[in-house]
């Protein structure tokens, strides 16, 4: 009973308890707000930022960040339009942008696990750099006229009404839920992101593991971006611009810790479904879309600021009861 308890008022347990709140408040507001059809909708508006937050959790469990990502997302959708427009075959366009995206995130991990620089610090310059190149690819053309075939992969149902890319997220989250939560590559990275020093000291390969992290992120960011790519049918040099945001709050908001070393795929997937229902709510209230992003701020600050709070507290009240544990004892 006390083990259901703890569960409970866990972390998880409030993040579901507000998942409910926000879904009652919506669906007052629209009666077609639980139809299967706006629920498809809701996850296919930002599929893509969602996508990337399966990877950022591995990323700032390992205690470290990538500010890098959306401009990943924006360059390699930029790497493919520039090569459709240079008369590349389209598939090997989305091979080479995948391949880019890689190239990115091994780029990112190289300075931080062989070079010792802080994640922050490099992914801050990478960002801009990204972000620089895909501007200069498209300058300040958008461009599109992609094949059919390739829109229809981003835009029309694939199974019954499902797109691929839900069906591809469905996907990512067994593979991340399998690794991070049940096999030895994930306790390394948690392990890690608790104390580098310490996995370092049990033989467990620091450097390697990183490097794996970051050329990942790489990779998802890339498969994010021919997927909105496929989804707009167009792109441009700010093809995704700002998404780390969301991207980030989501983890943040899952409970994962900023310091690294706690949280889980499933507090993320209960917070990826809050930030969806929150921004759909916001906008059947006609709400704008600064308005949505200050509201995501908040909320970012929030996911940070109380699960230290309830550490805090949880901890005072420890030590309180263990303090009274000898009178009890004695009487």
């Given at each position: 009973?006390a083990?259901?308890?703890?569960?409970?008022?866990?972390?998880?347990?409030?993040?579901?308890l507000?998942?409910?709140?926000?879904?009652?408040?919506?669906?007052?507001?629209a009666?077609?707000?639980?139809?299967l059809?706006?629920?498809?909708?809701?996850?296919?508006l930002?599929?893509?930022?969602?996508?990337?937050?399966?990877?950022?959790?591995?990323?700032?469990?390992?205690a470290?960040?990538?500010?890098?990502?959306?401009?990943?997302?924006?360059?390699?959708?930029?790497?493919?339009?520039?090569?459709?427009?240079?008369?590349?075959?389209?598939?090997?366009?989305?091979?080479v942008?995948?391949?880019?995206?890689?190239?990115?995130?091994?780029?990112?991990?190289?300075?931080?696990?062989?070079?010792?620089?802080?994640?922050?610090?490099?992914?801050?310059?990478?960002?801009?750099?990204?972000?620089?190149?895909?501007?200069?690819l498209?300058?300040?053309?958008?461009?599109?006229?992609?094949?059919?075939?390739f829109?229809?992969?981003?835009?029309?149902?694939?199974?019954?009404?499902i797109?691929?890319?839900?069906?591809?997220?469905?996907?990512?989250?067994i593979?991340?839920?399998v690794?991070?939560?049940?096999?030895?590559?994930?306790?390394?990275?948690?392990v890690?992101?608790?104390?580098?020093?310490?996995?370092s000291?049990?033989?467990?390969?620091?450097?390697?593991?990183?490097?794996?992290?970051?050329t990942m992120?790489?990779?998802?960011?890339?498969?994010?971006?021919?997927?909105?790519?496929?989804?707009?049918?167009?792109?441009r040099g700010?093809?995704?611009?700002?998404?780390?945001?969301?991207?980030i709050?989501?983890?943040?908001?899952?409970?994962?810790?900023?310091?690294?070393?706690?949280?889980?795929?499933?507090?993320?997937?209960?917070?990826?479904?809050?930030?969806?229902?929150?921004?759909?709510?916001?906008?059947?209230?006609?709400?704008?879309?600064?308005?949505?992003?200050?509201?995501?701020?908040?909320?970012l600050?929030?996911?940070?600021?109380?699960?230290?709070?309830?550490?805090?507290?949880?901890?005072?009240?420890?030590r309180r009861?263990?303090?009274?544990?000898?009178q009890?004892?004695?009487?």
């Amino acid at each position: 009973m006390a083990h259901r308890f703890r569960r409970l008022i866990s972390w998880e347990g409030f993040l579901l308890l507000m998942l409910v709140i926000t879904i009652v408040l919506n669906s007052t507001l629209a009666p077609a707000y639980l139809r299967l059809d706006n629920w498809i909708n809701l996850f296919e508006l930002s599929i893509e930022k969602i996508i990337v937050a399966l990877a950022m959790t591995f990323i700032i469990i390992n205690a470290e960040i990538d500010l890098s990502v959306a401009s990943v997302m924006g360059l390699s959708a930029g790497v493919i339009a520039w090569l459709h427009q240079a008369g590349v075959s389209f598939p090997i366009a989305i091979i080479v942008a995948l391949a880019v995206g890689m190239l990115c995130g091994a780029f990112n991990g190289f300075w931080i696990s062989f070079a010792g620089l802080p994640a922050l610090v490099v992914t801050l310059a990478t960002m801009i750099m990204f972000r620089g190149g895909a501007r200069v690819l498209l300058e300040d053309h958008s461009v599109g006229d992609f094949p059919e075939w390739f829109n229809l992969m981003g835009q029309q149902p694939m199974i019954g009404p499902i797109p691929l890319s839900l069906i591809l997220f469905a996907l990512f989250v067994i593979i991340a839920v399998v690794v991070l939560q049940y096999s030895g590559f994930g306790r390394y990275v948690y392990v890690i992101g608790n104390s580098k020093d310490v996995a370092s000291y049990s033989g467990i390969k620091v450097r390697r593991v990183k490097m794996i992290l970051f050329t990942m992120s790489g990779f998802v960011a890339a498969v994010a971006g021919v997927l909105y790519a496929a989804r707009l049918g167009a792109v441009r040099g700010d093809t995704a611009l700002g998404f780390e945001l969301d991207i980030i709050t989501m983890v943040l908001l899952g409970g994962v810790s900023i310091f690294g070393g706690s949280g889980s795929i499933y507090g993320v997937l209960l917070a990826i479904l809050i930030v969806l229902n929150l921004r759909n709510g916001m906008s059947l209230a006609n709400l704008t879309g600064h308005l949505q992003t200050g509201a995501i701020g908040v909320l970012l600050i929030l996911s940070v600021l109380l699960p230290n709070m309830a550490t805090y507290v949880r901890s005072t009240l420890d030590r309180r009861r263990y303090a009274r544990l000898p009178q009890e004892t004695a009487v």
